[in-house]
């Protein structure tokens, strides 16, 4: 488990027991159900809040999604804070008109197994990858343009090893179902996208194959229109925007399929703590988790509303 004095975090099995609570005290607009199972058989569970939670309506759908690398703990409480927020505070109402008139769906821990790994022993591990073999990265196994471009490792020793094939991760063919299950009608119903990694405090969006602003998959308008929503959101959490390529090129990641397949406005927010801080990347102290999962909210607003555009 977590070190003593780290016990604010939410395990594995705390972080189910938290998402039932949430179910428990709101059963109107929250609702869990779980994405699939990881490789070691673990469920990736989902939250879904909305009025009329139990209905598929017709209202734009955002999802958050949280811990695609193990260690990087603090991504869980970020996610497990989006969904206190939006519950507890339904009565007030600037947040029941965004539950109301949105589907939000919540996954915070997309790598069970390899967060239940890093912490498991009491010390932790400095774990990245999912508990196959040695370990696929999870944000280099997605189908676009899948082990492209020189920004993943075929070495399955390799921190960013990509797998043997796109999806050869059952935890990222998980997300992908349910994604692709949001296509109703012919339409992806998820409008906006955030997923959440440390660290560097940084706004990122697609591509993250190609260093190039313009390409195949992103016009001129859709790469400002990622540029002006990014800064804004950058603006109220204090981050750094860029394109995600501008920190380093990566291929098979999250964004470049979100985007790439299915045009969803998704980005990539690093969280506390800036690079070169001098506090340790992966492990901040659990005295930070009210504040730097605060610190988004603002940001996830911004976003909130932008996917009704
Ligand atoms: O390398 C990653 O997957 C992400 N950084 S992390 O330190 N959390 O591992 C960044 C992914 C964003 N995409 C690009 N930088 N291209
Ligand atoms: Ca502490
Ligand atoms: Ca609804
Ligand atoms: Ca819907
Ligand atoms: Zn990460």
């Known amino acids: 488990d977590f070190p003593p004095e780290d016990r604010g975090y939410h395990n594995y099995d705390e972080m189910v027991a938290e998402l039932d609570a949430t179910v428990k005290d709101h059963p109107d607009i929250a609702a869990k159900s779980s994405i699939g199972k990881s490789f070691q058989g673990r469920d990736?569970?989902?939250l879904k809040i909305s009025d009329n939670v139990g209905r598929d309506e017709a209202e734009p759908e955002i999802l958050f999604d949280c811990n695609q690398h193990?260690?990087?703990?603090l991504t869980?409480?970020?996610?497990?804070?989006?969904?206190?927020?939006?519950t507890d505070n339904y009565a007030d109402p600037a947040i029941k008109a965004v539950v109301d008139n949105r589907e939000i769906w919540v996954i915070p821990v997309v790598n069970p197994d390899g967060s239940v790994y890093d912490v498991e022993s009491g010390k932790y591990r400095g774990w990245r990858k999912n508990r196959q073999g040695p370990g696929t990265d999870l944000n280099r196994n997605w189908g676009y343009k899948w082990g492209c471009c020189g920004g993943s490792d075929d070495n399955p020793n390799g921190e960013t090893y990509r797998g043997s094939a796109a999806w050869s991760a059952p935890e990222t063919a998980a997300m992908r179902d349910f994604i692709d299950s949001r296509v109703v009608g012919g339409a992806q119903q998820i409008k906006a996208a955030v997923d959440f990694h440390t660290y560097s405090e940084l706004v990122l969006w697609p591509f993250g194959h190609t260093t190039d602003h313009v390409t195949e998959g992103m016009t001129q308008q859709e790469h400002d229109r990622f540029a002006r929503v990014g800064g804004e959101m950058a603006k109220s959490n204090g981050y750094t925007p860029q394109q995600s390529s501008e920190l380093y090129v990566t291929d098979g990641d999250i964004l470049d399929w979100m985007w790439g397949r299915h045009k969803i406005l998704a980005f990539t927010f690093e969280m506390y703590p800036a690079s070169g801080s001098g506090v340790d990347g992966f492990y901040p102290p659990d005295e930070v988790i009210e504040k730097e999962t605060a610190r988004n909210d603002g940001a996830v607003d911004i976003l909130l509303r932008e996917a009704g555009a």
């Open 44 to 46: 990736i569970p989902v």
């Open 70 to 73: 193990a260690r990087e703990h």
């Open 76 to 86: 869980t409480e970020m996610c497990l804070h989006i969904a206190k927020r939006l």
